[in-house]
């Protein structure tokens, strides 16, 4: 019973959110040029190669003497790991050495992330680059941060508005480096669109019934994701009904008891499983294919980040596709931009990057390059 309210004020909420979110869903972002840019990244040496040898070391002359503090909000995070890899093994080949890195987990609790901080500054670390636990301490972390003449580089969990303008307002050195997530939920959306209404609304009531699993409510990621993936059903004229909306917090364990409790009670009407990112999406198929449900012939799935396995299922057809959050171009970005306040160079306070939509003919190259 309580789910069935909490699922219809969610929606209630959901459908507010949609009717009155800022309207920026039309600028639809170009697919990136997948084989290109992260491909070309994806190149570069990384990792083992020595301080001295890389190129921004020549050039500053002085990156393997500088020390980074990097904050990440959980190490258990999926797609977290896949982003702190790829920032060390970059810092390196950038000429940072490996003992100037310091990469500590947060382990998903502000207080203890915000010790870390406190551990760093009083270290006297050259540049920080932080992955907020909380997206709303970021006011506090900046005053910090900023106040002990650190430049700051925040990762994957953006701060509100005011406080990204606060730091333009004030000149300081602190920016955010992220993708879109509004695209990401959109690029969702499409792929669903691009089934056709007759193949998706298999019970034939007229409306594209659906489950949406999000992640951490507190994080930009899975607001934009959950709104917008339906607004891209709703752009293309379609009806959709929200049979339950739950926080699976980004975790697949969280997400497969979501769904597996979600389909116990609406059964053959779902048609589409939303999930904010592949580690739920994950969880969501366990918990369809335990239901004896298959992807593709009698309900669809999709997600965000391009995990490997994620990529597998989408190859497969037990996945109907995802969504590769580009963790080499956010990495590199973030790292880049710290060499440039370490290099007096600057940075803008907002540096973005775009997301790319796979589905089952696109998986096998993002798999190659993220492999
Ligand atoms: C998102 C990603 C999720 C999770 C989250 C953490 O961008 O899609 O899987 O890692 O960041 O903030």
Redesign the pocket.
């Known amino acids: 019973m309580k789910k069935k309210i909490l699922s219809a004020i969610l929606a209630t909420a959901m459908m507010a959110t949609i009717i009155t979110g800022c309207g920026g869903s039309n600028e639809q972002p170009a697919a990136a040029p997948v084989a290109q840019e992260p491909a070309a990244e994806a190149e570069a040496p990384a990792a083992e190669e020595p301080a001295a040898e890389a190129p921004a070391a020549e050039a500053s002359g002085s990156l393997a003497d500088k020390k980074v503090g990097v904050c990440i909000?959980q190490f258990s995070?999926?797609?977290?790991t896949l982003f702190r890899t790829e920032l060390e093994n970059y810092l390196i080949a950038q000429g940072f050495s490996k003992e100037n890195i310091n990469i500590v987990d947060g382990a998903n609790d502000q207080a203890t992330q915000s010790g870390q901080i406190d551990n760093f500054i009083a270290e006297g670390v050259d540049v920080l680059i932080i992955?907020p636990v909380n997206s709303s301490s970021a006011e506090t972390i900046t005053d910090k941060v900023v106040g002990a003449g650190i430049p700051l580089v925040y990762i994957?969990?953006e701060p509100v508005a005011d406080e990204e303008q606060r730091w333009a307002d004030n000149n300081w050195d602190v920016t955010y480096v992220g993708c879109d997530?509004r695209q990401s939920g959109t690029f969702q959306g499409e792929m669903i669109v691009d089934l056709g209404l007759d193949k998706v609304d298999m019970n034939g009531n007229g409306k594209v019934d659906y489950i949406m699993v999000e992640?951490?409510p507190e994080?930009v990621?899975a607001q934009y994701r959950t709104e917008f993936s339906v607004k891209a059903l709703t752009d293309a004229g379609w009806e959709v009904e929200c049979l339950s909306d739950q926080v699976g917090n980004?975790q697949q364990d969280q997400a497969q008891a979501i769904v597996a409790n979600a389909l116990a009670q609406y059964g053959n009407d779902v048609e589409v499983v939303f999930c904010?990112?592949?580690?739920m999406a994950l969880g969501a198929l366990q918990a369809i294919q335990a239901a004896d449900r298959k992807v593709g012939e009698d309900i669809y799935l999709v997600g965000?980040?391009a995990l490997s396995e994620a990529l597998e299922n989408v190859l497969a057809g037990t996945m109907t596709g995802t969504v590769f959050?580009d963790h080499f171009s956010q990495s590199h970005s973030a790292a880049d931009a710290a060499i440039n306040y370490l290099t007096g160079k600057g940075n803008e306070h907002y540096i973005g990057c775009d997301y790319v939509k796979v589905t089952q003919d696109k998986a096998q190259e993002v798999l190659d390059m993220v492999k």
């Open positions: 909000y995070d999926n797609f977290m992955n994957n969990r997530a992640g951490d994080n990621d980004w904010n990112n592949d580690a965000v980040d959050n």
